[in-house]
């Protein structure tokens, strides 16, 4: 009788231990890792406006002035050619234009600091290399750095000097420079100065000449592109160009005014906007990403 038990324990034990073994298997084929946060709206905003360097400007204001220059042109539109739906189509297209204006100054100034960065490279690697520390070697880039880095770099020595802490002053320059070359470089100081790297020279002489020739094939690609970029861009413009100087006629204009008028312009712009976004998308470079924030 008590074999008869201790089988039917053992039976319930092997089988309670097969459940759980299997309930641990089922969890760890349907667990799904946990997707990193998303970025807002507001979020990418501010990090774009950063990289255009108006870190004067929140959001929050760059979507007011969007919401303020479709006013404008709407009003605009109203008084000048009595069209509601032609007005409200120039209304939308004058809404976007602050934001193209920023991606535009965004661009324009990762370029710029594209061709800008081997130079500071240089100089750090110079500086490390003529036994200066590496808070030393980061604030003279704010004395005989390139012009338009001086000021991040200045604060930053600044900021080294008023709180002593290397780390702190470091994230604050990443803030600051907004650039995926910016925290290469900044993380590569980092982790010379917590782990003693002997080899930092040789890793900075291989980040400027990597930055040389990424900064000589970009721009020879934008060259080459260039031309078929703003033909693109000119094709999208021409039908709304002739509906400008259409908009001298009165008598024209009062068929846009018409549901069949409004759906014609509702169409066209879609198809414009769609055309757009394509053609940058197509023609678009890869873009560094800032992984090392």
């Not at 406006?49 to 929050?60: E, F, K, N």
């Not at 130079?119 to 200066?132: I, K, P, Q, Y």
Request: aromatic share 6%; proline share 4%.
């Amino acid at each position: 009788m008590s074999n008869g038990t201790r089988g039917v324990n053992m039976g319930v034990f092997v089988g309670l231990m097969l459940g759980i073994g299997l309930l641990l298997v089922w969890q760890g084929l349907s667990a799904r890792p946990r997707a990193p946060r998303p970025h807002t709206r507001t979020e990418r905003l501010r990090d774009e406006l950063a990289q255009a360097g108006l870190t004067g400007i929140t959001p929050h204001q760059l979507i007011a002035l969007q919401f303020l220059a479709a006013l404008l042109v709407l009003l605009l539109g109203i008084v000048l050619t009595r069209s509601i739906s032609v007005s409200l189509i120039f209304a939308a297209f004058a809404s976007t234009a602050p934001r193209l204006l920023v991606t535009r100054l965004r661009h324009k100034r990762q370029s710029d600091l594209r061709e800008l960065w081997p130079e500071v490279v240089d100089n750090l690697t110079s500086g490390v290399r003529a036994g200066l520390s590496l808070p030393e070697a980061l604030s003279s880039i704010g004395i005989r750095g390139p012009e338009q880095l001086r000021d991040p770099f200045r604060q930053f020595g600044t900021d080294y000097r008023t709180t002593g802490k290397f780390n702190d002053s470091l994230d604050r320059l990443k803030t600051t420079l907004a650039d995926p070359v910016g925290d290469r470089v900044c993380e590569s100081m980092r982790v010379a100065r917590e782990v003693g790297g002997t080899d930092l020279g040789r890793l900075l002489t291989t980040l400027s000449t990597f930055l040389r020739d990424d900064a000589r094939t970009r721009s020879e690609l934008l060259a080459r592109q260039s031309w078929s970029v703003n033909a693109a861009r000119m094709a999208v413009c021409a039908p709304w160009l002739v509906l400008v100087l259409l908009a001298t006629q009165q008598t024209t204009l009062s068929a846009y005014d018409t549901p069949a008028g409004t759906a014609i312009l509702i169409i066209g712009a879609v198809l414009s906007l769609t055309a757009y976004r394509l053609m940058i998308r197509i023609g678009r470079l890869p873009e560094d990403k800032r992984v090392l924030r």
